[in-house]
């Protein structure tokens, strides 16, 4: 059972690599995103209010805080996102997704769809899909950072 599971946690891991390899281009050229840049909107978009703190980010992220300072930090000088402070407590600092933040995910979003509709196409029929999508939901679906 170990080995099958530490097969599949590998296959996982290079799929995600392949998906990666694939969008970086075209994100970065097409709409000046990182792929990390991009899903740092996605879980703002996901968020009440279209917000998070830069630690609650950094969890769903599953990087340090301080990555997510230096992402934000230029795509705060583009104006896609954001710093507010706390009403209550101006020790906390959210990020907030801007108006161009939102415009730049759904442009974004349809590059995304159309790589993601390359990796699948010629390998997979309807019901194949909708079973990866199944298995692949229970692996995130308790997540604070799922983002189906």
């Known amino acids: 059972m170990e ?3 530490a097969t599949n946690a590998l296959r ?3 799929a995600a690599d392949e998906i990666r390899a694939r969008l970086s281009g075209e994100f970065s050229a097409v709409h000046g995103l990182s792929v990390n840049e991009y899903f740092l909107l996605l879980h703002l978009d996901k968020a009440s209010l279209n917000r998070l703190s830069r630690v ?3 969890k769903r ?3 340090s805080a301080s990555t997510v ?3 934000v930090a230029p795509m705060e000088k583009l104006g896609l996102v954001a ?5 209550r407590d101006a020790r906390i600092a959210y990020v907030t997704m801007t108006d161009a ?6 442009e974004a979003r349809a590059t995304f769809a159309k790589q993601a ?4 196409q010629d390998r997979w029929d309807q019901d194949a899909l909708e079973q990866l999508s199944g298995l692949l939901n229970r692996l995130v679906a308790s997540s604070p950072a799922n983002l189906s």
């Open 56 to 58: 609650e980010l950094a």
């Open 117 to 120: 509709g390359y990796v699948f």
């Open 101 to 106: 933040g939102r415009t730049k995910l759904g």
């Open 12 to 14: 996982l891991l290079q």
């Open 61 to 63: 992220m599953h990087v």
């Open 69 to 71: 300072t230096r992402m």
């Open 3 to 5: 080995e099958i599971c």
């Open 83 to 87: 710093r507010q402070t706390a009403e």
